[in-house]
């Protein structure tokens, strides 16, 4: 494994993959980013629609039956695939548009003009670029992002005009659902239900915002917009333009995630893993790319304060699996290395399961 980069100067004047995609003369890729998948890895389908669908109305319903059997839904989602469509989740679909178009906004600025954002440590409440880590990266990844720490402090970058105003409306808004759903978490871990939001100090939670641009690509075969990893939170809700290319590995196979519209994506992040001692595993998942259209996602993270160690819960810790590690060490961790599947979680695992 590479050990910890957390300082990460960009390469100057890195160039956005947006720019090479948008370059006429381009029918090939840069032989940067020739990426060799095992072709058995290669193929991802979803004829049954099979991938859970969680109701929100019903986890935060009054009606107690009706309540409690959506969290049996979400503790067998959590389960079994770590990834859900959450649906009649109350977030307006004007606000989840309008930020995705002022994150395709951001995108559009000149490359000067995000140069300002770039961020020089893998901590830096804002930072945009390409890539995941273009200077630890040896192929390069078909994409561009913008990372903002949201909460506890909101950060957000000074252009485009309007574009903090929605994410600030945006970010807070998801942080209520995510509220509702940790404790059905909670309760469906058998615990009390403002366990999480208690022992967590989710208060001062670390919300962080992952804007990702996908342009299109000449050679999408050949090509990897997000390799194979799993997300360092609690929980990710992710939200996308209508254009396909997010999949979640499933028993070893790999499936396409064709969202209900106005849904939003939630998967399970390592801390989750580690919080319910290897209960709820993260969900292995990537991003494909596409040939025809810009693909826009917004994945927001949500995990505990920077300084909490999380560690397995003890109702739940026999025997127990993880070793505690604070949040901060947990992300530059992370972060600060290639993202290689759930290498990062072997680093507080004590035995195979
Ligand atoms: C992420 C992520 C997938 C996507 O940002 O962590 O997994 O569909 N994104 O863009
Ligand atoms: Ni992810």
Known sequence: MATATPNLPQPPNFTCVKSLSESSALTSIPSTYTFTTDPNQLLAF?????????????????????????????????????????????????????????????????????REFQGTHVLSPIRCGTSFNATVDQILFWRDFLKLFVHPQFHSPSKPAGFSEVCLEYTQRIRKVVGELLKGISKSLGLEEWYIDKAMNMDSGLQILTANLYPPCPQPEYAMGMPPHSDHSFLTMLIQNGIGGLQVQHKGQWFDVNPIPNSILVNTGDHLEVLSNGKYKSVLHRAVVNNKTTRISLALSHG??????????????????????????????????????????????????
């Open 46 to 114: 979803d004829p049954q629609h099979s991938i859970p669908i969680i109701d929100f109305s019903l986890l935060t319903s009054g009606d107690a039956d009706q309540r409690s059997r959506a969290i049996q839904d979400l503790d067998q989602a959590c389960l079994e695939w770590g990834f859900f469509m959450l649906i009649n989740h109350g977030v307006p679909e004007s606000l989840m548009t309008g930020m995705i178009e002022a994150c395709r906004g951001f995108f559009d600025l000149r490359e000067e003009e995000k």
């Open 304 to 353: 505990p304060s920077l300084d909490t160690v999380v560690e397995p819960v003890p109702e739940l810790s026999h025997p127990l699996t993880y070793v505690g590690m604070a949040y901060r060490e947990y992300l530059e961790l992370q972060q600060g290395n290639k993202l290689d599947g759930k290498t990062s979680l072997d680093r507080v695992r004590i035995r195979t399961m």
